[in-house]
């Protein structure tokens, strides 16, 4: 009987088994947080594919492009150009958020499941891929991407086809959400994970442009943190779970979890714009590097990143945390230095500073890697 029940459980894509989970974390850790190596096999493939990059003598806003200087076209090498348009790095925000919930939903069941957790990285991935696009596009039609060499719409010369993208991405990625809400059959997951698209669209989609006033970090702060986070740990419901099997409820651990997750990811975003204020101010767009200067901008990062800890101190003390992830978590804190430290020298140099949000996509992976594990090693300790 017991095998039996076993068998009709692990039909279903759930187990308590717990090594499914680590191999997710441990792969995601190998390919996001180490130093990138790029494919130069790849990108010399696509370099053959791509169009030349086609740039046209007048920006959308009717402002003419200037006149490129001889040789300004080598300085970036055109693989160097594909990889900064595939954005790989950037999708950990996508890694993240699903393994630090679904080590949260172990955490409390003592079950994950392997079959939700790959769909909904599949589903993720094609929303951050629409994301990626669409940003490239609407940055397009108002002229903030006029000179970006890596820009997809300047890549491949056709605004239509990139947007034509996007919204594939879009509806692919969406159908393998409701694929996902369908096997879990809790509401509460489609509505947050419904939410966090939304405030997708309103960032950077007209007619709301938010991001052009400022309101980015704060939506994207929303968007991964509570709502995608928490919409991913009920993800790990099941209309098949038993009667007698924990359910997921809402609780201070995934809420303080998802806050951390948010924190490190609004990192990533206002970092991007350190080498862009010049060319934001000239469109207007107002965000807020543009806002507050380079200069004020770096301590802010320091400011952030002290409140980062603090948080995850207190989390810890009011036993919404495990003590095992914050113990974990604090391995970053070297890093971290260092990379504030990066900032704070370099926050004048656009060429130097443009690789700033490369580091925080590491720190924000390897803080998100080390906090699910925590989750995870503070279960096993409550079986033993």
């Known amino acids: 009987m017991h095998n039996s029940y076993n068998d009709r459980w692990d039909s279903y894509g759930y187990t308590d088994d717990y090594s499914y989970l680590y191999i997710c974390i441990a792969i995601y850790f190998a390919t996001v947080s180490l130093p990138v190596i790029r494919c130069k096999r790849w990108t010399a493939i696509?370099?053959?594919h791509l169009p030349t990059l086609q740039c046209s003598s007048h920006s959308p806003a009717g402002n003419p492009i200037p006149a490129k200087k001889k040789g300004e076209q080598n300085e970036v090498s055109r693989p160097t150009l594909i990889w900064r348009a595939i954005k790989l790095p950037i999708y950990s925000v996508t890694l993240v958020p699903l393994t630090v919930s679904s080590a949260a939903a172990y955490h409390q069941t003592g079950l994950f499941s392997a079959r939700c957790y790959l769909l909904l990285l599949l589903a993720?991935?094609?929303?951050?891929?629409?994301?990626?696009l669409s940003n490239d596009v609407y940055d397009y039609d108002t002229g903030v991407d006029q000179n970006k060499k890596e820009s997809v719409v300047n890549m491949i010369g056709s605004r239509t086809e990139a947007h034509s993208a996007a919204i594939l991405a879009l509806v692919f990625g969406f159908m393998g959400i409701i694929w996902a809400f369908t096997e879990a059959e809790d509401i509460r997951f489609i509505l947050l994970v419904t939410s966090a698209i939304l405030w997708g669209y309103i960032y950077q989609c007209p007619p709301f442009r938010l991001s052009y006033?400022?309101?980015?970090?704060?939506?994207?702060?929303?968007?991964?943190?509570?709502f995608a986070t928490t919409a991913f740990y009920f993800s790990q419901s099941s209309k098949?779970?038993?009667?007698?099997?924990?359910?997921?409820?809402?609780?201070?651990?995934?809420?303080?979890?998802?806050?951390?997750?948010?924190?490190?990811?609004?990192?990533?975003?206002?970092?991007?714009?350190?080498?862009?204020?010049?060319?934001?101010?000239?469109?207007?767009?107002?965000?807020?590097?543009?806002?507050?200067?380079?200069?004020?901008?770096?301590?802010?990062?320091?400011?952030?990143?002290?409140?980062?800890?603090?948080?995850?101190?207190?989390?810890?003390?009011?036993?919404?945390?495990?003590?095992?992830?914050?113990?974990?978590?604090?391995?970053?804190?070297?890093?971290?230095?260092?990379?504030?430290?990066?900032?704070?020298?370099?926050?004048?140099?656009?060429?130097?500073?443009?690789?700033?949000?490369?580091?925080f996509v590491r720190l924000h992976s390897l803080f998100g890697a080390l906090l699910a594990a925590g989750l995870m090693v503070a279960r096993g300790e409550l079986q033993s």
């Not at 006033?213 to 509570?226: I, M, Y």
């Not at 979890?257 to 767009?285: E, N, P, W, Y």
């Open 124 to 132: 993720s991935v094609l929303i951050i891929t629409w994301l990626n």
């Open 240 to 359: 098949n779970a038993p009667s007698s099997m924990p359910s997921l409820s809402l609780n201070s651990t995934i809420l303080c979890a998802s806050v951390l997750v948010g924190l490190t990811t609004t990192f990533i975003l206002f970092c991007r714009h350190f080498h862009q204020i010049d060319g934001d101010k000239a469109v207007g767009k107002m965000s807020p590097l543009v806002r507050v200067g380079a200069e004020t901008g770096s301590k802010l990062i320091r400011t952030g990143i002290l409140l980062l800890y603090a948080l995850l101190l207190a989390f810890t003390v009011s036993k919404s945390l495990p003590l095992t992830s914050s113990i974990l978590c604090a391995i970053t804190i070297p890093t971290t230095k260092l990379v504030v430290e990066f900032v704070e020298q370099n926050h004048n140099n656009e060429i130097k500073i443009s690789m700033a949000k490369y580091y």
């Open 213 to 226: 006033h400022g309101l980015g970090e704060p939506l994207c702060f929303a968007s991964f943190g509570p």
């Open 46 to 48: 696509a370099h053959r």
